[in-house]
């Protein structure tokens, strides 16, 4: 028997009350996950956008220094 077909045998059995319940923790499962979702976008996109144009290792020289140290 599968998962779904398991919790759908055993919500029939509970009044409609709960089953109510049951389907108010259903969807609070569903936008926890769908919030966890944006969590990591947005955190790969702060990540991307942060070491944007670090991809390669920055060349200086002299004429980068403002102030020559002797």
Known sequence: MKTTEMI???IQKLSEPIQKEVLDFVE???????????EVVWSDFSLT???????????YDDSDLKERWK
């Open 8 to 10: 759908r045998y055993q």
């Open 28 to 38: 609070f499962l569903i936008e926890k996950k769908d919030s966890k979702t944006d």
């Open 49 to 59: 956008s942060a070491m944007r144009d670090m991809e390669e290792e920055p060349t």
